[in-house]
């Protein structure tokens, strides 16, 4: 950790005025919140919001704590981060990723009607994001499923089957829809699922 923080210190301190500074603020932050330094990581992050407040980068802070959080189980403090990038920069590249991020970290606490809107707003936004992440499916079945909305959950479970039919836990996926089926009352199908 050292080396690395040392090597990106020499970087900035060797031109101060260049545009990359801020990328370098960044990494370390990010560098430090890994490794679990994390008042370090708030000094570096603090430090990127307060001198480079437009930096197309400071979006990313509210990323990596979401994400960070989330890896430890907080989804609380996960959905309030990356719910923060997608009210303070609708417009960041980033949205994508955070609006998945909360949509995941909602549906984690059992918050499944807003899961949900985010699912919706994720579909309507990125209608092909599937093909970069064919997980998204799986995760909007398992947010309908909790809503109790066995149809669209079924669509979303079907849709991921058919994309991923090879996917290691498969198997769950065709209990969630033997699941849903028999929640509509097609328990013949159920017991094929």
């Known amino acids: 950790l050292g080396k690395?923080?040392?090597?990106?210190?020499?970087?900035?301190?060797?031109?101060?005025?260049?545009t990359r500074v801020p990328s370098a603020i960044l990494q370390?932050?990010?560098?430090?919140?890994?490794?679990?330094?994390?008042?370090?990581?708030?000094?570096?992050?603090?430090?990127?919001?307060?001198?480079?407040?437009?930096?197309?980068?400071v979006p990313l802070i509210s990323y990596y704590w979401g994400d960070f959080y989330f890896q430890k189980g907080d989804y609380q403090k996960a959905a309030e981060n990356f719910d923060r990038l997608v009210q303070?920069?609708?417009e960041s590249k980033f949205v994508r990723e955070a609006s998945l991020g909360l949509a995941r970290s909602l549906k984690n606490l059992?918050?499944?009607?807003?899961?949900?809107?985010?699912v919706d707003f994720i579909s309507n936004r990125w209608p092909?994001?599937?093909?970069?992440?064919?997980?998204?499916?799986?995760?909007?079945?398992?947010?309908?499923?909790g809503m109790e909305e066995y149809d669209r959950a079924r669509e979303y479970f079907w849709t991921?089957?058919?994309?991923?039919?090879?996917?290691?836990?498969?198997?769950?996926?065709?209990a969630?829809?033997?699941?849903?089926?028999?929640?509509?009352?097609?328990?013949?199908?159920?017991?094929e699922m």
Not at 176 to 191: N, S, V
């Open 88 to 90: 303070e920069h609708p």
């Open 4 to 18: 690395v923080v040392a090597a990106y210190e020499a970087a900035m301190n060797y031109n101060k005025h260049s």
């Open 110 to 118: 059992g918050h499944f009607e807003q899961a949900a809107q985010i």
């Open 160 to 174: 991921y089957y058919n994309l991923s039919p090879n996917d290691d836990g498969i198997d769950i996926i065709l």
């Open 128 to 145: 092909r994001f599937y093909i970069e992440y064919p997980l998204f499916y799986r995760m909007a079945g398992e947010v309908f499923m």
């Open 28 to 57: 370390l932050g990010l560098v430090n919140l890994r490794a679990g330094n994390i008042p370090e990581a708030k000094g570096y992050f603090a430090v990127l919001r307060k001198n480079y407040p437009t930096d197309p980068n």
């Open 176 to 191: 969630r829809l033997g699941e849903a089926y028999l929640m509509i009352g097609r328990k013949k199908t159920a017991r």
